[in-house]
């Protein structure tokens, strides 16, 4: 445990070093906040539920942790173009040493990706008369947020593992694409019928519905009497949940395997 502890050590100064880390894991998440923010405000009548505040912010956090993914599997793959993990292959770390030190640091950008979206949430909310949400309800949306917070890193590790310097920038870049997309980070998937079914497949667009359910955000769709329909978590909430941990553990035993082959291959 303490080569791992070591090697998370020398990650996190890795990454402190890096400005990417910065503008991707910190700088995108606000922008986006602020463009659709921006867009919500020369809206008709100021009134588009997929922007507001309480349905934009969980999709902004799963779209961010995306990044996540890109990033580690940059610093992984950067890692073996100086052969600086084949030099480590030859220490007495294990392969869940090598995946704890690399997993911890972006589980921490992580967390503070989140801390930020929450704080536009609230900065944001402020502005509307529907508001936030009150903190308990903050906290559970930043624990029901961390399966696909580490099924990203997870993901990026792979990425690292298996590809090169210049193929998993490429590779983790259509994930992200996809994440937003496939997510309904910023698409209302309930108004598009079959597509969205499709996209329940997925960790992402559960990852996103839970934490609207956690947020009590607005449909796009409306009732027979044209009242707001809101997202609730009924059975089909429990079902993303399940599936979300089946991705999840699915994921991280591939990292797992994946790691323990490319290290019998370099020693």
């Keep these: 445990m303490n080569k791992a502890i070591l090697f998370t050590k020398r990650n996190l ?3 402190k070093r890096d400005p990417l880390v910065y503008i991707f894991c910190a700088g995108f998440p606000i922008a986006m906040v602020l463009l659709f923010q921006v867009i919500l405000h020369y809206a008709p009548d100021g009134k588009v539920a997929i922007f507001e505040v309480k349905s934009l912010i969980p999709g902004i956090m799963v779209f961010s942790y995306s990044l996540l993914m890109l990033m580690s599997s940059l610093l992984i793959s950067k890692d073996k173009s100086t052969a600086f993990l084949k030099r480590l292959y030859t220490s007495p770390m294990k392969s869940k040493d090598y995946i704890i030190g690399y ?45 696909i917070m580490t099924i990203n890193i997870f993901i990026g590790l792979i990425f690292g ?71 609730l978590f009924s059975d089909r909430g429990l079902l993303f949940i399940i599936i979300t941990f089946a991705y999840l553990i699915v994921i991280g035993l591939l990292t797992l395997l994946f790691f323990n082959k490319r290290l019998k291959k370099d020693c």
């Excluded at 950008?109 to 402020?126: D, P």
């Excluded at 090169?164 to 259509?174: E, F």
């Excluded at 980070?185 to 559960?206: A, N, Q, R």
């Design 161 to 231: 593992a298996i590809l090169n310097d210049k193929a998993a920038p490429g590779i983790s870049s259509i994930f992200i694409s996809l994440s937003g997309i496939i997510g309904g980070c910023w698409m209302p998937l309930e108004t598009m019928g079959d597509f969205e079914k499709v996209c329940s497949i997925f960790p992402f667009y559960p990852s996103v519905y839970l934490g609207r359910c956690i947020t009590h955000a607005s449909h796009a769709l409306t009732d027979e009497l044209g009242n707001t329909t809101y997202y």
């Design 103 to 147: 997993f911890i640091p972006f589980f921490i950008i992580g967390l503070i990706q989140s801390v930020i979206c929450i704080i536009l949430g609230y900065i944001f909310g402020a502005t509307s008369s529907a508001g936030f949400i009150p903190f308990y309800k903050a906290l559970l949306l930043i624990l029901a947020m961390i399966p």
């Design 13 to 15: 100064k890795e990454m």
